[in-house]
């Protein structure tokens, strides 16, 4: 018998887009820059535009340097433009370029976790405190980020970050008035903010493993679409426990984890099944998305406008 040596763990998080007129402006606002998430407030999505990776799975098209679409969390700043016509609910009506701001920010501002941008996809402290399971994962497990909605009156799961841990480490909230700005993404966009929002002891900062040419292993990856000279908008595919993720997800939980230990060979077919589904809801997966670039705010503000500027050359606009 195969002993259980992972875990796969439904993570259920806020994931409404960011909508509100103190984010975005009001309805007249039709496009401009959304600051810097403030501390200690509650964390949603954007769908975002970025330079990136996307693999094709079926055809096994791999396109390592593209413009890419996806949801995720950047609570950072970003440059957006409303959509005229929108889609309707699922699919997004807003379109976000992340991007860093030329000054570390002074005032108390949001974290982003999990994270997806630059060399490795970082899980680094929500609901920690309140699972100790989450802090002790094994690396080879699996977490599924995503939300909870209702679809066409059916609960469901829907998927944005599916990171499988590489390695854990124990770090630190940073104090960003002794950390040098624009040196670590990891610090700027996670630790530092952290430490502004009052974050105080150790943390459990998982790093997700990367996909490798090499090697059958499963890794980490973002439902994305590739986006050259179009906006590909789609909504967040939803996972349905069938076939090996029966009792894995379950679309009845709102809120929360639901942890499962499997054994290697059933984490394998859970990743497996978690990459059917979404590649039959048409995306491809996303397993790398650059650093967001650093921009002036008179800079973000033209592009809002709709000039292009060499730091958002290759993020087609809305």
């Avoid at 990856?221 to 986006?227: D, G, K, L, N």
Wanted: glycine fraction near 8%.
């Amino acid at each position: 018998m195969t002993s259980a040596l992972f875990q796969v763990v439904q993570f259920v998080h806020p994931g409404f887009e960011y909508h509100r007129a103190e984010h975005v402006g009001g309805a007249n606002v039709r496009s401009g820059v959304m600051g810097w998430k403030p501390g200690n407030s509650k964390h949603d999505r954007k769908f975002m535009l970025a330079r990136g990776s996307v693999l094709d799975w079926e055809s096994g098209r791999n396109r390592p340097s593209t413009s890419i679409a996806f949801w995720g969390e950047w609570e950072g700043p970003s440059v957006f433009w409303k959509l005229e016509h929108p889609p309707g609910k699922p699919k997004p009506s807003i379109i976000h370029a992340p991007f860093r701001p030329a000054k570390r920010p002074i005032e108390p501002i949001q974290n982003t976790d999990p994270m997806v941008f630059g060399d490795a996809f970082i899980y680094s402290n929500c609901l920690q405190h309140a699972y100790a399971s989450l802090r002790s994962l094994e690396p080879g497990s699996i977490v599924l980020f995503g939300r909870h909605s209702r679809v066409d009156g059916q609960r469901s799961f829907s998927l944005d970050t599916c990171l499988v841990i590489e390695r854990a480490g124990t770090l630190a909230p940073r104090d960003a008035a002794t950390q040098s700005y624009g040196a670590d993404l990891l610090t700027d966009a996670v630790l530092a903010p952290l430490q502004t929002e009052g974050a105080v002891g150790t943390l459990t900062v998982y790093f997700g493993r990367g996909r490798s040419d090499n090697s059958t292993e499963p890794f980490s990856f973002f439902p994305a679409r590739e986006a050259n000279g179009s906006l590909p908008l789609f909504a967040r595919p939803r996972l349905s426990p069938a076939r090996a993720l029966a009792g894995v997800i379950s679309p009845d939980n709102m809120q929360g984890i639901n942890n499962s230990s499997v054994s290697v060979s059933s984490r394998d077919e859970i990743w497996a099944e978690v990459v059917s589904q979404v590649t039959e809801q048409g995306c491809g997966l996303g397993y790398h998305a650059a650093p967001p670039p650093f921009l002036d705010r008179t800079v973000a503000e033209l592009a809002a406008r709709g000039v292009q500027t060499p730091m958002l050359e290759d993020v087609p606009t809305a």
